[in-house]
């Protein structure tokens, strides 16, 4: 299995612009999960999805964040408009029940200027 | 409420030498999961452990060990003879049982002096 696959690995867009994040969760595994990653507030779940439903999105900051998982094989996180304030590593990671802990995309590290 | 604290922020230690990295968890649920995962320099996170709160038995793997004590909410990681390739952030995580979400310390970065 190739793991989770996270796109782009890098992003540099300036503030005001829509950023998409994309992520192909392992195949099989019924739980999505987004996180961002800062020095300020280290790991931070933004959301997470089961069976393709968005369970808990009480960690997306603001409206600004969107999550959408159209599919069992694919999830986008969408900033619109993008601040400077978001430039961090955004992380997806994909499970199973019963799985031993998640397994972790390469992650996405987003710059806003 | 779930909380990790890993109150180690920064640790430097000469190859070679042993190393432990502490994790304190707060939990009010009887069944929950405890983690450790590895986060090397170039960024990506690895899963290296999982416990479960029924299993208190410590673990070893190679250079790396892991003391579980539930009497004080601890879930320690000691690297034996540490080596340069052990230098990353390492981050203790739990989840209650029966929900999906984990919930992250603020990692202890380590480095490992040749």
């Known amino acids: 299995d190739a793991g989770v696959i996270q796109s782009p690995r890098h992003e540099v867009t300036e503030m005001g612009q829509e950023v998409t994040l994309r992520c192909k969760p392992i195949s099989g595994h019924d739980y999505l999960f987004w996180y961002r990653q800062t020095m300020m507030r280290g790991l931070e779940l933004l959301i997470y999805?089961?069976?393709?439903?968005?369970?808990?999105d009480s960690g997306m900051p603001e409206d600004r964040f969107s999550a959408k998982m159209p599919n069992a094989s694919f999830s986008t996180l969408k900033i619109q408009p993008s601040e400077p304030r978001d430039s961090a590593v955004y992380f997806c990671?994909?499970?199973?029940?019963?799985?031993?802990?998640?397994?972790f995309g390469s992650g996405t590290r987003l710059t806003v200027v | 409420a779930q909380k990790v604290t890993q109150a180690q922020t920064e640790i430097s230690v000469v190859e070679k030498e042993d190393v432990t990295l502490d994790c304190v968890y707060e939990t009010r649920d009887t069944t929950y999961y405890l983690f450790w995962y590895k986060q090397p320099p170039s960024g990506e996170l690895v899963f290296l452990i999982r416990?479960?709160?029924?299993?208190?038995q410590n673990e070893i793997s190679g250079r790396y060990s892991w003391n579980f004590q539930k009497s004080t909410s601890s879930f320690n990681f000691t690297i034996t003879a540490s080596q340069v390739v052990d230098s990353a952030v390492y981050f203790c995580?739990?989840?209650?049982?029966?929900?999906?979400?984990?919930?992250f310390g603020t990692g202890t970065k380590l480095q490992v002096i040749p």
């Open positions: 995580a739990l989840r209650p049982g029966g929900y999906q979400k984990v919930t």
């Open positions: 990671a994909s499970s199973t029940v019963g799985d031993y802990g998640y397994t």
């Open positions: 416990r479960n709160s029924f299993d208190e």
């Open positions: 999805f089961n069976n393709n439903v968005p369970i808990d």
